[in-house]
């Protein structure tokens, strides 16, 4: 993987190019890869001109720990336990259903116990606690987590959406 990595970096986009041909874009293609982009939701983590970031894209997990079962959408094969919910849903998001936006992330069973953990933190409790015990929201600050939980979800962007 490092070698092929090393490759494409070494390449500018001319050699990427060079032999490729394409006709000119028409409207409709530009419209239909317009509307492509907003359907994957690509905008709610790429910057792309013209093109407006979707709201309400992501949910919001400040409070996921606390989450009444009552509020989940259990698919077949899922516990039906909130831990057992979030691992579910951060393993395989998209058994959830084919138009949800998340990424297919290929974790291991121990990284999806971190993320689950980290996750199951964010509790009703841990938004009420004193300021100096609690964890703030990204919207609010600038918190990065910490420990192999804090790293997984740098690498995989959990809180560009999240």
Known sequence: MATLAGFLESKTEPDLVA???LDPATS???EHGKKLVVENGCAS???ING???PENFAPELSRIGSKPLSQ???VEGVEHTLPGYVAAKVRSP???GPSLKMPQFNLT???IDAITTALLAQTDRSQTQPPAMRIASVQQTKY???GHAGQLMGDLRCLTCH
């Open 28 to 30: 409709p293609q530009i």
């Open 109 to 111: 069973p121990l990284q």
């Open 144 to 146: 990065e987590p910490a």
């Open 45 to 47: 983590c790429h910057e």
């Open 72 to 74: 989940l959408l259990f």
């Open 94 to 96: 998209r058994a959830f």
């Open 51 to 53: 093109i407006k970031k």
């Open 19 to 21: 032999n490729v041909h």
